[in-house]
Each structure stands twice: as C-alpha cells, then as structure tokens.
C-alpha cells in the first residue's frame, strides 16, 4: 500500500547541531508539506513544495529548510538547532491541482533540542 | 491573511449529548475549509469538507460566510469520538491548508 513515512520517530539532539528529518512518499504525489504542531499553537507551516525543484516558505519557515530532488521525498533541515524549534513534526502529501484535496499526514518525528 | 481560530482548547461531553466544536475564519477570498481529526496513536486525517456537503461518523459541518463560520455538529457524542480536531483553510485551488490550534473533544460515558 502506498504510504508516507517519516524518520526518524524520535530524536534528541543539542542546540546548534544540524538535523534532517526524513520524508518519503509512495504515492506519487506532486505536492509535499511541512508543519510542526505546538500546544495552544496547532499546526503550523514550515515549508512546502508542489513539485521537483519547487520549494516555498511557510509561515514559520526561519532556521528551516528543504529541498525537493525527486517526487517521493521532501526532508527537513534545522541548519543549527534551537531549543525552540523542539516540537512534533508533521509531514503530509496531496495530489495537485484543482480543489484542495486530503492531505495524508505521515505519524510525525518527536524533536527535542535540549 | 488567513487565520483560522477555535475558541475552545478543551470541550467535555458526556455520551449521547451533542457536540458542537466552533470554528470561525477570517479571510478575504473565497475559500475552502475542512475538518481533520487525530485520534489517540493515529494519524491526522480528514474527517469532512465544505465542498463535500457530506456527513462523516455522523458529524456534519455548515459553511456560513455571512459568520465566517464552519462549525462541527454531531447530534448524539460517542466515546470514540474523543480526540484532537482541527478546522483548516484553503484558498481556492490551492494546496496548503492553514490550522486553527485545535480542540480536544472528550466524551465521557
């Protein structure tokens, strides 16, 4: 069956270290999402990407980034961590154009920068 | 800007009684909104949307944009209707959603 998936689950790292939070989907979707959800935050959107090449900043984009070099993957960067960008971290897909279709979250990476 | 605001972090229930989780949205255009649910050690998922004018789990869900409103209904709560649920915004023909801060519904038996 066709999946997102996201790895790792579970990290701890220490402020100022880089970190990639991986995301691959299988079901050939053009459009790929980043969001970090937060308590009395919800969720929010770090970046996202509707195609190879393509990459856009969300609204909480700031010592975040991605690339998108192939169609199934969209990973994350924290370039040097912060103890504020601890959070659960979500990725989702969608297929493009026309209405704004069903996103499919992956189970979300549990961050913590201490 | 697109902003999309749930004004309960918390609603409490017991079973049978009805439930009804607000959202309220402040934008511009003509927009397209959704209700996603995450239920305990499950994913984020779409529970309903506007356009679909369907009923999911027996939940439904009215656009109002004279309230700018998109309220989640259900008449008679279960207990596995307790989670996370989050109200979320498009804009027309676009793909990102924006996402109020979420209730947390919890029915009680």
């Known amino acids: 069956d066709a999946e997102i998936t996201q790895s790792p689950r579970h990290k701890i790292t220490e402020t100022g270290r880089q970190v990639t939070l991986a995301c691959h989907q299988t079901?050939?979707?053009?459009?790929m999402f980043w969001y970090r959800q937060d308590l009395g935050h919800g969720l929010r959107l770090i970046h996202y990407?509707?195609?190879?090449?393509?990459?856009n900043k969300g609204e909480v984009s700031d010592g975040y980034s991605v690339s998108r070099s192939n169609t199934e993957d969209l990973p994350l960067t924290l370039e040097s961590a912060a103890s504020s960008q601890t959070s659960v971290y979500f990725c989702?897909?969608?297929?493009?154009?026309?209405?704004?279709?069903?996103?499919?979250f992956g189970e979300g990476s549990r961050l913590t920068v201490l | 800007a697109q902003r999309v605001t749930q004004p309960e972090k918390l609603l409490s229930v017991f079973k049978g009684a009805p439930v009804e989780l607000k959202c309220n949205y402040s934008y511009s255009g003509s927009p397209e909104l959704f209700w996603y649910v995450q239920y305990s050690r499950q994913r984020l998922q779409l529970l309903l949307r506007?356009?679909s004018r369907e009923s999911i789990k027996g939940f439904t869900a009215d656009l109002n944009k004279g309230e700018t409103s998109f309220h989640l209904k259900k008449p008679f709560a279960q207990e596995e209707d307790s989670a996370m649920y989050y109200c979320?915004?498009?804009?027309?023909?676009?793909?990102?959603?924006?996402f109020g801060t979420g209730t947390r519904l919890l029915v009680s038996p």
């Open positions: 989702a897909s969608s297929e493009s154009k026309g209405a704004a279709g069903e996103l499919f």
């Open positions: 506007h356009i």
């Open positions: 079901w050939n979707h053009n459009n």
């Open positions: 979320a915004l498009s804009h027309t023909g676009f793909q990102k959603l924006v």
């Open positions: 990407s509707y195609g190879v090449q393509d990459t």
